[in-house]
């Protein structure tokens, strides 16, 4: 019996039913040692009736093993591996030692651990019961955290009980003590005085297992009342216990303790004189209990007093014993770590074993493993510096692709005093650099990175980066740097070619001499044509790069082809970046609002998932200028709101953000707010941004409409070198008064995204209606509104038909036929997909949800959208 925890045996009882309904949830269980997560667990696994229960638990033996913790829960699972996607299915197997080659983004792992898990559903509902998650490696925990996050309608529930650390988002339950009642409930019963009683009570408070331990070891006690912390007070008590045991049976129970499987420790064991029999005395008082494959300890606190309380030397020579029974490549990962904790002073040859073991883990993607190795490979370097150095420079990047940027810096700063190799102090550097820009840090970032491509010069592409969000002057020097680089023929010709791509947009946005670089448009060219060959990081920056200089289109190319590419790869990581870029095309170029939006919604929560701040916030800043365009307050108000409380919203976020209120005032006829808004965007100092540069028209619209162009004229100047002759065409049209039909008439024949192109018949709509040419407005006006009104741009059409109004037509309300009330987002992003005739698998994969999740929503949708079949949904338009 549980005392003291029906509410939180109520929410597993609830989590429980919705598993039993076909829907899916988790559950977090944090709390101090013994504070009664395991009986939790205890009861959710005793009352799953009629639901599959997968139980494991996280082994400190095993926590600097790459995927180890994930593989200890998926074995049952193993035979359906097949059914996964192949990209998922590589993914994981990769991370699982399953098979060799480069291993995938943890994001991918993470949506096969979703998927493996729902086919298992298949055959009923599914619990996950994992306890002692704080001794899971990292990659484990993340690949759990973002199936759980996804999981909706695979009807499986997994529940994670953990000491400390962050629970991801997810729902959570801390254990605090129990209360006195529960607590004196609990210790009914026991043999005590009044004045035990009284002390038991005051050193538990509260905790399930001091109430239940203390009273015995009340009578072995050597300390005082509250002498020792209450974790330590248990583990003195369940080392008394321990102590009282054979010599061979406290031996064999620290090679259990620090080993796994039965077989391997009475083998370790077996090479310390110790045998199977001297483990019945242990067995005989409870503290483990064995069932053939494994020894079982009666809770983690004695696994870890046992371990913790034992003298240096038998830990020495239990890990010595491990690492010997350890044979064969499927071991060689443990068998390292024992023979590291095996080890006093610096030995090259298990040093060797660790690098290796590191090198294995960062091809699986497993980089805070990687680091943890090498960090500890340097500690067993022999008196070189130079080789210390370079193993604290792989655990410096190791660390930072874990995205430990303390430790990483930490690690680049010791190695950085080791060496003075010139490769090794630029990857330091670099690697310093980038935990700088993670953080936000811009300028130091820039700094650090230009010092790098001192020693390097192909990071100066990587310097073009860290400068735009420096600043102007950063940019120019950048620019400068990277002509003169390319006229001494610095780089390799993959990197000469991006080289050339930025040094030339640059030069195309600040207007600034192009002497010795070619045409714009060869340069994207000839980046695009190389694309396949860059790293998935470097391909990102590539398709990002033509939006700068006004080439939408070749980003919209570029981009599609990468995030296939990511796909097919297992390059998940980079995708918030590149569908972000995705995003911007979409709008810019083929004015396709609810694509836009569907690429930055997947950027969003995908950018959520890894903690991707940044790319977070620019993906809500354009989220929020589309909801401004449709007029939808509500939504605009809480993504703008999102990006201000953002942890790390970077310049270009809050440049969205404005954009996006100075856009819902101008569609609702506020200019002179608007106009504040947009000019201090483009004389800002981020002027040269994307969403400053492109917002340009608007504020031509709203100076002009306020009555004062000329606040728009310095702006337009330099937008005017952007390959955008539609916007630019309109722009001279509102500033040329009374000669203004020429540049109307010349921008619409330029054509351009729908919505845009709505927005100039509108504008010479107006004028014609002013000039009194009621009947040539008219049908500029009515087009107009019918673009709106199809693209769901509410606060536009209305203006337009107030514009109809006033030219004597009648005009009539059109629902938008491509905007269904009542479909969520996910709901809507689905369907379109299923429109296109992917399936289920397909769009699973794209949306990195599971199959039965894109079942559930698609079976939600179809009554809204009054169809009764996936065929149906081609016909919606």
């Given at each position: 019996?549980?005392?003291?925890?029906?509410?939180?045996?109520?929410?597993?009882?609830?989590?429980?039913?919705?598993?039993?309904?076909?829907?899916?949830?988790?559950?977090?269980?944090?709390?101090?040692?013994?504070?009664?997560?395991?009986?939790?667990?205890?009861?959710?696994?005793?009352?799953?009736?009629?639901?599959?229960?997968?139980?494991?638990?996280?082994?400190?033996?095993?926590?600097?093993?790459?995927?180890?913790?994930?593989?200890?829960?998926?074995?049952?699972?193993?035979?359906r591996m097949h059914k996964l996607p192949p990209p998922q299915r590589r993914?994981?197997?990769?991370?699982?030692?399953?098979?060799?080659?480069?291993?995938?983004?943890?994001?991918?792992?993470?949506?096969?651990?979703?998927?493996?898990?729902?086919?298992?559903?298949?055959?009923?509902?599914?619990?996950?019961?994992?306890?002692?998650?704080?001794?899971?490696?990292?990659?484990?925990?993340?690949?759990?955290?973002?199936?759980?996050?996804?999981?909706?309608?695979?009807?499986?529930?997994?529940?994670?009980?953990?000491?400390?650390?962050?629970?991801?988002?997810?729902?959570?339950?801390?254990?605090?003590?129990?209360?006195?009642?529960?607590?004196?409930?609990?210790?009914?019963?026991?043999?005590?005085?009044?004045?035990?009683?009284?002390?038991?009570?005051?050193?538990?408070?509260?905790?399930?297992?001091?109430?239940?331990?203390?009273?015995?070891?009340?009578?072995?006690?050597?300390?005082?009342?509250?002498?020792?912390?209450?974790?330590?007070?248990?583990?003195?008590?369940?080392?008394?216990?321990?102590?009282?045991?054979?010599?061979?049976?406290?031996?064999?129970?620290?090679?259990?303790?620090?080993?796994?499987?039965?077989?391997?420790?009475?083998?370790?064991?077996?090479?310390?004189?110790?045998?199977?029999?001297?483990?019945?005395?242990?067995?005989?008082?409870?503290?483990?209990?064995?069932?053939?494959?494994?020894?079982?300890?009666?809770?983690?606190?004695?696994?870890?007093?046992?371990?913790?309380?034992?003298?240096?030397?038998?830990?020495?020579?239990?890990?010595?014993?491990?690492?010997?029974?350890?044979?064969?490549?499927?071991?060689?990962?443990?068998?390292?770590?024992?023979?590291?904790?095996?080890?006093?002073?610096?030995?090259?040859?298990?040093?060797?074993?660790?690098?290796?073991t590191a090198a294995r883990s960062a091809r699986r993607h497993g980089y805070?493993?990687?680091?943890?190795?090498?960090?500890?490979?340097?500690?067993?370097?022999?008196?070189?510096?130079?080789?210390?150095?370079?193993?604290?420079?792989?655990?410096?990047?190791?660390?930072?692709?874990?995205?430990?940027?303390?430790?990483?810096?930490?690690?680049?700063?010791?190695?950085?005093?080791?060496?003075?190799?010139?490769?090794?102090?630029?990857?330091?550097?670099?690697?310093?650099?980038?935990?700088?820009?993670?953080?936000?840090?811009?300028?130091?970032?820039?700094?650090?990175?230009?010092?790098?491509?001192?020693?390097?010069?192909a990071l100066l592409v990587r310097a073009s980066q860290t400068a735009w969000?420096?600043?102007?002057?950063?940019?120019?020097?950048?620019?400068?740097?990277?002509?003169?680089?390319?006229?001494?023929?610095?780089?390799?010709?993959?990197?000469?070619?991006?080289?050339?791509?930025?040094?030339?947009?640059?030069?195309?946005?600040?207007?600034?001499?192009?002497?010795?670089?070619?045409?714009?448009?060869?340069?994207?060219?000839?980046?695009?044509?190389?694309?396949?060959?860059?790293?998935?990081?470097?391909?990102?920056?590539?398709?990002?790069?033509?939006?700068?200089?006004?080439?939408?289109?070749?980003?919209?190319?570029?981009?599609?082809?990468?995030?296939?590419?990511?796909?097919?790869?297992?390059?998940?990581?980079?995708?918030?970046?590149?569908?972000?870029?995705?995003?911007?095309?979409?709008?810019?170029?083929?004015?396709?609002?609810?694509?836009?939006?569907?690429?930055?919604?997947?950027?969003?929560?995908?950018?959520?998932?890894?903690?991707?701040?940044?790319?977070?916030?620019?993906?809500?800043?354009?989220?929020?200028?589309?909801?401004?365009?449709?007029?939808?307050?509500?939504?605009?108000?809480?993504?703008?709101?999102?990006?201000?409380?953002?942890?790390?919203?970077?310049?270009?976020?809050?440049?969205?953000?404005?954009?996006?209120?100075?856009?819902?005032?101008?569609?609702?006829?506020?200019?002179?707010?608007?106009?504040?808004?947009?000019?201090?965007?483009?004389?800002?100092?981020?002027?040269?941004?994307?969403?400053?540069?492109?917002?340009?028209?608007?504020?031509?619209?709203?100076?002009?409409?306020?009555?004062?162009?000329?606040?728009?004229?310095?702006?337009?100047?330099?937008?005017?070198?952007?390959?955008?002759?539609?916007?630019?065409?309109?722009?001279?049209?509102?500033?040329?008064?009374?000669?203004?039909?020429?540049?109307?008439?010349?921008?619409?024949?330029?054509?351009?995204?729908?919505?845009?192109?709505?927005?100039?018949?509108?504008?010479?709509?107006?004028?014609?209606?002013?000039?009194?040419?009621?009947?040539?407005?008219?049908?500029?006006?009515?087009?107009?509104?019918?673009?709106?009104?199809?693209?769901?741009?509410?606060?536009?059409?209305?203006?337009?038909?107030?514009?109809?109004?006033?030219?004597?037509?009648?005009?009539?309300?059109?629902?938008?036929?491509?905007?269904?009330?009542?479909?969520?987002?996910?709901?809507?992003?689905?369907?379109?997909?299923?429109?296109?005739?992917?399936?289920?698998?397909?769009?699973?994969?794209?949306?990195?949800?599971?199959?039965?999740?894109?079942?559930?929503?698609?079976?939600?949708?179809?009554?809204?959208?009054?169809?009764?079949?996936?065929?149906?949904?081609?016909?919606?338009?």
């Amino acid at each position: 019996m549980l005392y003291g925890r029906e509410a939180e045996t109520s929410v597993i009882d609830e989590l429980l039913a919705t598993v039993r309904s076909g829907r899916s949830g988790a559950l977090v269980i944090k709390g101090e040692p013994g504070i009664g997560k395991t009986a939790l667990l205890d009861h959710a696994a005793a009352h799953a009736d009629g639901i599959q229960v997968i139980r494991r638990g996280g082994v400190p033996s095993e926590s600097e093993l790459a995927y180890a913790g994930l593989h200890l829960l998926l074995r049952p699972a193993l035979d359906r591996m097949h059914k996964l996607p192949p990209p998922q299915r590589r993914a994981l197997e990769t991370a699982l030692g399953l098979t060799d080659g480069q291993g995938a983004d943890a994001l991918l792992v993470g949506l096969a651990v979703l998927s493996l898990l729902a086919e298992v559903a298949e055959d009923g509902p599914l619990l996950c019961l994992m306890d002692d998650t704080q001794w899971l490696d990292p990659g484990s925990r993340a690949a759990l955290a973002f199936a759980a996050r996804r999981l909706d309608a695979e009807g499986v529930a997994l529940i994670l009980a953990t000491r400390e650390g962050e629970t991801h988002g997810l729902p959570e339950i801390t254990l605090t003590g129990l209360d006195s009642p529960a607590s004196a409930a609990l210790l009914k019963g026991s043999p005590l005085t009044p004045g035990q009683r009284y002390r038991v009570l005051a050193e538990a408070q509260g905790n399930p297992l001091a109430l239940i331990e203390l009273p015995a070891a009340l009578n072995r006690d050597a300390h005082g009342p509250g002498a020792l912390p209450l974790n330590s007070r248990l583990q003195a008590a369940f080392h008394s216990q321990v102590d009282h045991l054979p010599a061979a049976t406290q031996t064999l129970l620290l090679v259990a303790a620090a080993g796994e499987g039965l077989d391997e420790v009475l083998a370790a064991a077996g090479r310390l004189g110790v045998t199977a029999a001297d483990l019945v005395p242990a067995e005989a008082v409870g503290l483990v209990t064995t069932d053939g494959q494994h020894v079982r300890f009666r809770h983690p606190l004695i696994r870890e007093a046992v371990y913790q309380q034992a003298p240096i030397s038998s830990r020495l020579a239990v890990h010595a014993a491990l690492a010997a029974t350890l044979t064969g490549d499927h071991h060689a990962d443990r068998r390292a770590w024992h023979l590291a904790a095996a080890t006093v002073g610096p030995d090259e040859q298990v040093a060797a074993e660790l690098e290796r073991t590191a090198a294995r883990s960062a091809r699986r993607h497993g980089y805070a493993a990687a680091a943890t190795a090498y960090q500890r490979a340097a500690a067993l370097t022999h008196h070189d510096d130079e080789s210390r150095a370079r193993r604290l420079t792989l655990a410096a990047e190791s660390a930072t692709e874990a995205g430990e940027l303390d430790w990483a810096q930490a690690l680049a700063g010791e190695a950085d005093t080791l060496t003075t190799d010139p490769a090794l102090r630029s990857r330091l550097t670099h690697a310093q650099a980038t935990a700088h820009f993670s953080r936000g840090g811009y300028g130091e970032a820039h700094r650090l990175m230009t010092e790098a491509a001192r020693l390097d010069p192909a990071l100066l592409v990587r310097a073009s980066q860290t400068a735009w969000y420096a600043g102007e002057a950063q940019v120019s020097q950048v620019s400068g740097r990277l002509a003169r680089a390319l006229a001494q023929t610095l780089f390799d010709e993959p990197t000469a070619a991006l080289a050339r791509l930025e040094a030339t947009a640059f030069a195309r946005l600040f207007g600034g001499d192009p002497a010795g670089l070619p045409p714009l448009e060869q340069a994207v060219a000839e980046a695009e044509r190389g694309l396949a060959g860059y790293p998935p990081g470097i391909a990102a920056m590539v398709c990002g790069m033509p939006l700068v200089a006004g080439q939408d289109a070749a980003t919209l190319r570029m981009a599609s082809r990468l995030i296939d590419r990511c796909h097919a790869e297992g390059g998940i990581g980079v995708l918030p970046m590149v569908l972000y870029f995705r995003a911007q095309a979409e709008l810019f170029h083929g004015g396709r609002h609810h694509e836009a939006a569907a690429a930055a919604t997947t950027a969003l929560r995908l950018a959520e998932n890894t903690s991707q701040h940044q790319w977070a916030a620019l993906n809500r800043g354009l989220l929020a200028y589309l909801a401004a365009v449709e007029g939808d307050e509500e939504r605009h108000l809480r993504l703008t709101g999102e990006v201000e409380r953002s942890p790390a919203a970077p310049m270009q976020g809050a440049m969205w953000a404005d954009w996006a209120r100075a856009m819902l005032d101008l569609g609702q006829g506020r200019t002179e707010p608007a106009l504040g808004r947009l000019e201090g965007l483009t004389e800002g100092p981020g002027w040269y941004h994307v969403s400053a540069m492109r917002c340009v028209p608007d504020l031509v619209e709203a100076a002009v409409r306020s009555g004062e162009p000329d606040r728009a004229r310095p702006a337009l100047a330099r937008y005017v070198r952007l390959d955008q002759r539609h916007l630019v065409e309109r722009c001279l049209a509102l500033l040329a008064g009374d000669e203004a039909e020429t540049h109307y008439l010349a921008a619409l024949e330029a054509g351009g995204p729908p919505f845009e192109h709505a927005r100039t018949r509108l504008l010479y709509g107006e004028w014609l209606r002013r000039a009194r040419r009621r009947g040539a407005a008219v049908g500029h006006l009515r087009e107009a509104m019918e673009t709106f009104e199809r693209l769901g741009a509410v606060p536009w059409a209305g203006r337009a038909r107030a514009e109809l109004q006033a030219a004597g037509a009648v005009a009539a309300d059109v629902p938008a036929p491509d905007r269904p009330a009542g479909l969520t987002p996910q709901e809507r992003l689905i369907v379109q997909l299923a429109a296109r005739g992917l399936s289920n698998k397909d769009i699973a994969a794209q949306l990195f949800l599971s199959p039965r999740t894109v079942g559930y929503h698609l079976y939600k949708a179809y009554p809204k959208l009054g169809v009764a079949s996936r065929g149906e949904l081609a016909a919606l338009g």
